[in-house]
């Protein structure tokens, strides 16, 4: 979280996490999609050897009048492993305000999404000091559109954290995904004494 005195701009930036086509870019992109018009930025691109990242930016709703303007970044990488790899998924965690960890339900990915959720929990104890009860976190069940699709209980994700910062979500239809980030934006207002942000949908006022 980064305060620029000068532009009066609050930058809050949160992390998708997640195993490989998990659905990440699917999901900033379908929430930036589906902002009300003239409060998001569109998608960006930028390289990582032959792979690509993606952000966006979008302006949340505050409950109250601010002296400033918040500006809500999202971002990922791909979520391949290896030293390139690693080197850049602790960058962007270390950057991270809060953190949504997507995850594939498909039959046949449990145990990597398992995998990658243990490393990320390591990674914001090293980054942050931090375990996941204190981070702000949010989880998304992705793909339970598809027929392979199987419950978080098989996961040992869901013994791990409470219920509530679980959201069953398909990125390719736009469920789920903004319940999902506003959870995980509440805690990070909490954390840092802010006014309550939201993120409303299109069709919703978004004048701060």
Request: contains cysteine; glycine residues 8%.
């Amino acid at each position: 979280m980064y305060l620029d005195y000068f532009k009066k701009i609050l930058r809050i930036n949160l992390v998708y996490y997640g195993i490989p086509f998990s659905g990440k870019s699917t999901t900033i992109s379908m929430v930036l999609e589906r902002t009300s018009p003239g409060s998001c930025q569109p998608v960006s691109f930028y390289g990582l050897d032959t792979e690509r990242g993606i952000f966006g930016e979008c302006i949340p709703k505050a409950s109250k009048a601010l002296p400033f303007q918040v500006l809500l970044t999202l971002l990922t990488i791909p979520g391949y492993s290896g030293y390139v790899y690693d080197k850049a998924h602790k960058m962007l965690l270390s950057k991270a305000d809060g953190i949504l960890f997507v995850a594939d339900s498909q039959k046949g990915r449990i145990e990597q999404n398992d995998a990658y959720f243990g490393v990320m929990h390591r990674r914001v104890r090293e980054l942050h000091g931090q375990s996941l009860l204190e981070f702000p976190l949010a989880v998304q069940w992705n793909k339970v559109d598809t027929e392979s699709s199987v419950s978080i209980q098989k996961s040992k994700i869901h013994s791990q954290i409470s219920e509530s910062y679980i959201f069953e979500t398909s990125a390719v239809q736009g469920k789920g995904i903004l319940e999902a980030l506003n959870f995980c934006l509440s805690q990070v207002c909490k954390k840092a004494n802010l006014v309550d942000l939201v993120v409303q949908p299109r069709g919703s006022d978004v004048a701060n």
